[in-house]
């Protein structure tokens, strides 16, 4: 399957965005889907996820309280909204299928925050 991230850019210190990730196939089959970053130097981290069934969520601690996680079976797309970004928010975001043992990632999209 193919995942493909949107709507990264340039926003000051405060702003927000939304960012999107397409699938090429149904996700529905995917119990777990989430979003990684990684920035210049440093290891890519998964720091969102979201199950299928019951929606539950969880979120690293840099961005818990600012990011939020949703997914649209229907449209086959999983959507992050960023809140109140910071300069250390500064990275390239994935989206991904999160298995047991494994991630399989997508395409990713810049974000650059600004300060």
């Known amino acids: 399957v193919q995942l493909q991230a949107s709507g990264g850019g340039l926003v000051q210190t405060g702003g927000s965005l939304r960012l999107s990730c397409a699938a090429s196939?149904?996700?529905?089959?995917?119990?777990?889907m989430g979003w990684g970053r990684q920035a210049p130097g440093n290891e890519r981290l998964l720091i969102a996820t979201i199950t299928n069934r019951n929606y539950t969520d969880y979120y690293d601690d840099g961005v818990k309280g600012r990011f939020t996680i949703s997914r649209d079976n229907a449209k086959n797309t999983v959507f992050l909204q960023m809140n109140n970004l910071k300069p250390e928010d500064t990275a390239v975001y994935y989206c991904?299928?999160?298995?047991?043992?494994?991630?399989?990632w997508g395409r990713g999209t810049q974000v650059t925050v600004s300060s």
């Open positions: 991904a299928i999160v298995r047991i043992g494994s991630t399989s």
């Open positions: 196939e149904n996700i529905d089959r995917f119990n777990v």
